[in-house]
C-alpha cells in the first residue's frame, strides 16, 4: 500500500461550506508511472502548457489518503502529461496523466473549491519587499493563503528603491511592458516588474516617485508631499496589470476580483466604474476594500480632484466635508476629496480585519467620521481577523531568535528570553518579569498611557523594553527614559524585524494598550511565541485575546492573556499586576496560558477560506454602478 499525505485548498474549501472533506470518497488515478496518486489538488489551470505544475498547499497537512492497487485501473491513454507534485510527506513526486485525466482532475478540483478566481491584490506594501506594520505583514502572506488555494494570484505595490527592503524588491524582474497614465495633468510611463514566487505573481510598478530614501510614505520630514500623485499612479497601474502584463504567458484578464487594502489602493473600484466599465470593460470584475485602519483616509483639498484621472461627473464620490470644528477658520469651506470615503461607496465587498473593528467603525466612536456611510453600507461589510505567517513566525524554527522551542518543550524560551536580557544589557535574570511592547509610536498604540505609567510600573521588580519608531517626542522619551532607568528600561528606536522576533521570544508579556486596533498582530505573534497579552480590550485584541480566568475548566484554567478596560492608566497597571504576579506565584497557571496561546490555530487558513466566501457573495451581486 502507497500512502500520501496531501491537503488542498479544495478540501478546505468544503470544510468551510460545513462538509467534512473527510468524508469524501478519495481519489485515485492511474498514473503512467505505475502508481496510483490522488489528485484532489489545486491545479495551476491558467499554467496549463505542458510543463504542468500540480500546486498543493504544501504547509497544509490535513488529510491523508490510503492509495491501493486494488481498484480497476483506469486506462491511460497514449498522450500523456507529466508534472511534479510537492508533497510535504514524500517530497517531489513526478506524475504522468492522460490529457482527458487532465481535464477530469480540473473539473473535479474546480468543483470542489467553488469558483476558482483571479485575485488582484492591490497594497501600498507587501513584507518581504516592504513593510512598515501589519498591512505588510498581511499582503505579504494572504495573497499565498489563497494562491495555496488554487486561485491565481497577482499583488501590485510599488517598486521601492532606496528604501527599507531593497534587496528583496531587487530580485524581481522586468517585465518589458511600459503603460503611460494619465493624471496630474500629464502622461507618467510606468514600467512593470515582477517576481513570481510562492505561487504568487509578486508585480511592482516603477515609477521615478517611489525611488527616495525614507519609508515608502516620508522621511525624517514626515509624510511626502506627493503621496496623493504616488498611489493614484498605483491604482491606475493595478488596473492596467491584469490586461497587460502576460504573466506565466497569459494575462490575468478582465474578470478579476480586485482586493485593494487601505486608502492607498483605494481609487481602485472609482476607477472600475467610472473609467473602465463605460466601455465595457471590467464589467465582468468585482472589488473589495480591506480596511486595516480608518484613521486613514487619503484626505486632500477638492482642488486636487481634477488631477485623479477621473471623469468631473465622479466628483461626488469623493466629496467630502469637514466638520465645522475641525475647519481652519470660519470662512473654510472645508471641502476635500477622501479617497477611503470613495471605496467605501463604489466597492462591491467591503471587509475589516476582525469582527470587533467590522462593528466599531459603525459607530461615532470609532467610525473617524465614516460611519454614518458605513452603516448605510452595513449589509456587504464584513470582519474576517488575519492570520499570520506560521513559517515566518514559528519559535520552533525562527532563523532571528538564539533558541527554539515549541508548545512541547518550553525549555528554549527562558534561553531566548536571557539572551535578549544580555543583548540589551540588562541583568540577565530568568525570574524577573520582562515585558514588552513592539509597535509604531503613535497616538493608536496608547504609548502615551505606557509613558504615563511608567514611572509605576518601574516600582515593581520588573524590567520593560519598548521597540519603535514614529512620533519623535516617544522616540526621545525612550531614549530619556533608558538613561534614567539602566537597569530596567530599555528603548530601541527605530525598526528592525529582527529585533521585533527576539523580543516577541525573548519577553514574558506583551503589553498592548492599543487605543483601537483594527486587528493587532502582535498578540498573536506573543501568543505563538508563549509570551503572554496584556491588552486594551478593544477591536481585534478583545476577538483574539481570551480573558485568563483561573477557576474555569474544573480549576484547570482558561484564557491567553489579560484584556483591560477601560482605557486608563489605573486599569492598564490593574492588568500588569495581575499577570506578573500570576508569573511570579503561579508557575502552573502561567504555563497553562502559555500553551493555549501557542496552541491556537493562528494560520491563515480560516480567513483565506473567509475571505473566497466574500468574494463569491461579491461574484453574486452585480457590480457596483451608478
Ligand atoms: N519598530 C518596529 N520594528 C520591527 N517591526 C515592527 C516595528 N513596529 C511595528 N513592527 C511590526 O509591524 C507589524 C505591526 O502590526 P500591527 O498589526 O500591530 O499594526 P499596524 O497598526 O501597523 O497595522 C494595521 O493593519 C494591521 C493588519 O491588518 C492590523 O492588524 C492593525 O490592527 C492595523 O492597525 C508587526 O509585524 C510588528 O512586529
Keep these: 500500500m502507497d500512502v500520501l499525505h496531501v491537503s488542498c485548498g479544495a478540501v478546505a474549501a468544503s470544510s468551510s461550506a460545513g462538509a467534512n472533506p473527510l468524508d469524501r470518497a478519495p481519489r485515485r488515478r492511474r498514473t503512467g508511472s505505475g ?56 517530497g517531489s513526486t513526478e506524475v504522468t496523466m492522460s490529457e482527458d485525466e487532465y481535464e477530469d482532475v480540473i473539473e473535479e478540483d474546480q468543483a470542489q473549491i467553488g469558483i476558482r478566481l483571479n485575485i488582484v491584490f492591490v497594497t501600498a506594501e507587501a513584507a518581504p519587499y516592504s513593510k512598515t506594520g501589519g498591512l505588510g505583514d498581511v499582503c505579504g502572506s494572504l495573497p499565498i493563503a489563497l494562491a495555496d488555494r488554487g486561485h491565481r494570484v497577482m499583488v501590485v505595490s510599488p517598486r521601492y528603491l532606496h528604501g527599507v527592503s531593497d534587496v528583496n524588491i531587487a530580485r524581481a524582474a522586468d517585465v518589458g511592458s ?22 504568487v505573481d509578486w508585480v511592482f510598478v516603477d515609477h521615478p516617485s517611489y525611488r527616495r ?15 496623493q500623485f504616488r498611489f493614484t499612479l498605483l491604482c491606475h497601474a493595478a488596473c492596467e496589470a491584469p490586461l497587460v502584463l502576460p504573466l506565466g504567458g497569459f494575462t ?19 476607477l472600475l466604474s467610472a473609467k473602465y466599465r463605460p466601455y465595457g470593460v471590467y464589467k465582468d470584475a468585482r472589488s473589495i476594500l480591506a480596511i486595516h485602519n480608518l484613521a486613514h483616509q487619503g484626505v486632500e483639498p477638492d482642488t486636487t480632484f481634477p488631477n485623479l484621472g477621473l471623469p468631473s461627473e465622479w466628483y461626488g464620490a469623493l466629496e467630502w466635508v469637514y466638520p465645522t470644528w475641525s475647519r481652519a477658520h470660519a470662512l473654510d469651506p472645508g471641502k476635500a476629496v477622501n479617497i477611503l470615503k470613495a471605496a467605501i461607496v463604489t466597492a462591491d465587498r467591503i471587509v475589516t480585519v476582525s469582527q470587533g473593528y467590522a462593528w466599531e467603525i459603525t459607530t461615532p466612536e470609532g467610525g473617524n467620521g465614516l460611519d454614518e456611510l458605513l452603516r448605510t453600507r452595513k449589509r456587504v461589510l464584513n470582519g474576517i ?24 518543550d518550553l525549555s528554549g524560551k527562558v534561553k531566548c528570553k536571557m539572551a535578549l536580557q544580555k543583548e540589551l544589557g540588562l541583568s540577565i535574570r530568568p525570574d524577573c518579569p520582562l515585558i514588552g511592547f513592539i509597535g509604531r509610536l503613535d497616538m493608536q498604540k496608547g504609548t502615551d498611557l505606557i509613558m504615563s505609567a511608567m514611572p509605576d510600573l518601574l516600582q515593581d521588580d520588573i524590567q520593560f523594553v519598548m521597540l519603535g519608531s514614529g512620533d519623535p517626542g516617544t522616540e526621545q522619551w525612550m531614549k530619556a527614559s533608558e538613561s534614567a532607568h539602566r537597569d530596567k528600561f530599555r528603548g530601541w528606536v527605530g525598526f528592525n524585524v529582527s529585533v521585533s522576533h527576539r523580543i516577541t521570544a525573548g519577553c514574558d508579556i506583551l503589553l498592548m494598550p492599543s487605543r483601537f486596533e483594527p486587528c493587532g498582530l502582535n498578540q498573536l505573534y506573543a501568543m505563538r511565541y508563549g509570551t503572554v497579552p496584556v491588552v486594551h480590550c478593544t477591536g481585534g485584541l478583545r476577538d483574539t485575546v481570551e480573558n485568563f480566568n483561573p477557576y474555569a475548566d474544573e ?17 492598564m497597571l490593574r492588568a500588569v499586576k495581575v499577570a506578573t504576579r500570576t508569573y511570579r506565584d503561579h508557575s502552573v497557571s ?18 483565506a477560506a473567509q475571505y473566497e466566501q466574500v468574494a463569491q457573495w461579491a461574484l453574486v451581486d452585480p457590480p457596483y454602478a451608478r
Design 178 to 199: 511600459k503603460i503611460k497614465i494619465s493624471c496630474f495633468g500629464g502622461e507618467h510611463e510606468v514600467a512593470f516588474f515582477q517576481e513570481y514566487r510562492a505561487g
Design 213 to 227: 530614501a525614507g519609508n515608502p510614505y516620508g522621511d525624517k520630514y514626515g509624510a511626502y508631499g506627493d503621496n
Design 555 to 571: 480549576g484547570r484554567g482558561e484564557g491567553t492573556g489579560w484584556t483591560f478596560s477601560p482605557l486608563s492608566k489605573d486599569s
Design 35 to 90: 502508481r496510483d496518486v490522488m489528485f484532489p489538488l489545486s491545479v495551476n489551470r491558467w499554467r496549463d502548457d505542458l510543463s504542468l505544475t500540480w500546486c498543493t498547499a504544501q504547509r497544509r497537512n490535513e488529510a491523508s489518503y490510503a492509495l491501493e492497487d486494488k481498484e480497476d485501473p483506469e486506462t491511460v491513454e497514449a498522450e500523456e502529461l507529466t508534472g511534479r507534485i510537492e508533497l510535504p510527506s514524500v
Design 385 to 408: 481577523t488575519n492570520g499570520i505567517d506560521v513559517d515566518d513566525w514559528d519559535p520552533a524554527s525562527d532563523k532571528h531568535i538564539p533558541f527554539h522551542y515549541s508548545v512541547a
Design 590 to 607: 502561567w504555563e497553562g496560558i502559555m500553551k493555549r496561546g501557542m496552541a491556537k490555530d493562528l494560520t491563515w487558513d480560516s480567513a
Design 252 to 270: 490575468y484578464g478582465e474578470k478579476c476580483l480586485f482586493l485593494v487594502n487601505d486608502w492607498h489602493a483605494a481609487l481602485v473600484p472609482v
